[in-house]
């Protein structure tokens, strides 16, 4: 009987590993988040600071999103990412298939109603691939923020991080109406960075002292805009209607600088724009291509 669980837990780990490559891939193309997200980086983003044991509990495993320290371990829905992981992945799911055999609670944090994982990933990875709704934990929870609240903590993030941004630089007075909605966390940091450049760079050419005020206008009338015009015609957005053009900029951001160092060379901002549409059509077709290949053979 025991061999029996092995064998069926082998499986299981077989068929996780499978998933986890399509969750992959599917992140690629930015339909979805690819790993947990850091509890530490989400405490110090919203600025939690005071937490309680709550005991014991039943909690809904659809409801845990994030962990202390091994977020790059697993996909969103807790799919296993690497392959040494097996060894110890098999053997919890061999004893959760025991019913002669218990695991421990695992440990958590809770905020609002979304839960990060102290201890016990192995555990919530296996549960998921059984099916299972509802997992035993022991809770600690941050009670800075509403506790019934089922806003996704990604929209607390992106929120916190728009509030920041805009307190610091101040750009909705400094340029009404501008739009630089966000659906993804980070993208405001990457912001901030850039305006910090852009300011020592007017330095350096007008070699004179560029107060932070004329720095984010520039930053904003120079770079932002014309960027986004230049997006906007390249007809990418219509490739993915879920996302906004500042989504759009600051990959393509990123996307220049990973050219620049690429080449060793200036790349124009609308050469990246084009190479970074390109390169999401192939994948996206790549894609669709494994996709129907998968259905057709039934892997």
């Known amino acids: 009987m025991q061999n029996q669980y092995k064998i069926e837990a082998e499986r299981k780990w077989d068929r996780a590993r499978r998933r986890a490559f399509w969750a992959r891939l599917r992140a690629h193309l930015g339909s979805k988040p690819a790993a947990l997200l850091d509890f530490n980086d989400v405490a110090q983003r919203l600025r939690l600071r005071n937490t309680r044991y709550r005991g014991i509990d039943m909690i809904p495993l659809d409801h845990i999103i994030g962990s202390m320290g091994r977020y790059n371990d697993f996909t969103g829905a807790f799919l296993p990412t690497r392959e040494e992981m097996g060894e110890r992945w098999r053997r919890v799911a061999a004893i959760s298939l025991d019913p002669n055999k218990s695991l421990p609670p695992i440990e958590v944090y809770k905020i609002g109603a979304w839960y990060f994982i102290r201890d016990g990933h192995h555990?919530?990875?296996?549960?998921?691939?059984?099916?299972?709704?509802?997992?035993?934990?022991?809770?600690?929870?941050?009670?800075?923020?509403?506790?019934?609240?089922?806003?996704?903590?990604?929209?607390?993030?992106?929120?916190?991080?728009?509030?920041?941004?805009?307190?610091?630089?101040?750009?909705?007075?400094?340029?009404?109406?501008?739009?630089?909605?966000?659906?993804?966390?980070?993208?405001?940091?990457?912001?901030?960075?850039q305006i910090a450049c852009h300011q020592d760079a007017l330095r350096q050419i007008d070699e004179t002292e560029i107060s932070y005020e004329e720095a984010v206008t520039a930053w904003y009338d120079m770079l932002y805009e014309s960027t986004v015009q230049l997006i906007k015609q390249s007809g990418v957005l219509e490739l993915f209607p879920n996302r906004t053009a500042a989504d759009f900029f600051v990959w393509t951001m990123q996307h220049h600088q990973e050219l620049t160092e690429r080449y060793s060379r200036p790349v124009f901002i609308g050469d990246a724009i084009k190479d970074f549409r390109t390169q999401n059509l192939r994948t996206m077709a790549w894609w669709l291509w494994c996709e129907l290949r998968q259905r057709v053979l039934g892997r």
């Open 123 to 193: 555990r919530v990875s296996v549960a998921q691939q059984m099916g299972v709704r509802l997992i035993e934990a022991a809770i600690w929870e941050y009670s800075d923020l509403n506790p019934s609240s089922t806003e996704g903590i990604e929209t607390l993030l992106i929120e916190a991080e728009e509030r920041q941004f805009m307190e610091q630089t101040r750009l909705h007075e400094l340029r009404p109406g501008s739009d630089l909605r966000l659906t993804s966390p980070g993208g405001y940091d990457e912001m901030l960075c």
